[in-house]
């Protein structure tokens, strides 16, 4: 059900979206605070019905994910590289990390249980939303540096 609904954020997400890097990555640490937010609905779900709702969350925070890496991807990698940059990404996001999850919340599952799964998924997605916001902070002092002239005085002066 939640991949009919991908196809819509998709489309919404290639009409509005800027592509410049700083709002891509801003992006990306609002979806990792979607993803939180899942998580952290999951970890209190007590009946069938809240899992099917929350599971529309889905749609969102994988759709956009997966929408603004390959497209920030593809933003930043050269032309005669862009092939060659988007396998790396597939391989880390759908294959290595993939693997890892299957295996880390498979053991924390079977371990702890759902609850603690879930709420250990809320702390890794939020880290993930503080690097992206880091990340924020190295564009923009790379951005700051680039505005300078070689003698170092800022353009402009």
């Not at 489309?11 to 979806?31: G, H, P, Q, S």
Request: with cysteine.
């Amino acid at each position: 059900m939640a991949a009919i609904f991908e196809v819509p954020v998709f489309l919404l997400l290639d009409r509005f979206i800027k592509r410049e890097t700083r709002y891509l990555i801003f992006c990306l640490a609002v979806t990792s605070l979607l993803f939180s937010v899942r998580w952290a609905l999951m970890s209190f779900a007590s009946e069938p019905v809240h899992i099917l709702l929350i599971q529309l969350l889905h749609c969102v925070t994988f759709g956009g994910y997966y929408y603004l890496g390959t497209t920030l991807t593809a933003y930043l990698i050269p032309a005669e590289y862009r092939a060659s940059g988007q396998a790396a990404f597939a391989l880390t996001w759908g294959g290595v990390s993939g693997i890892m999850a299957g295996v880390m919340g498979g053991w924390l599952y079977q371990t702890f249980g759902a609850v603690v799964m879930y709420r250990v998924n809320v702390v890794i997605s939020l880290c993930g939303a503080a690097g992206f916001m880091l990340m924020i902070k190295l564009v923009d002092k790379k951005q700051k540096e680039a505005a300078f002239t070689e003698g170092g005085k800022p353009t402009g002066a």
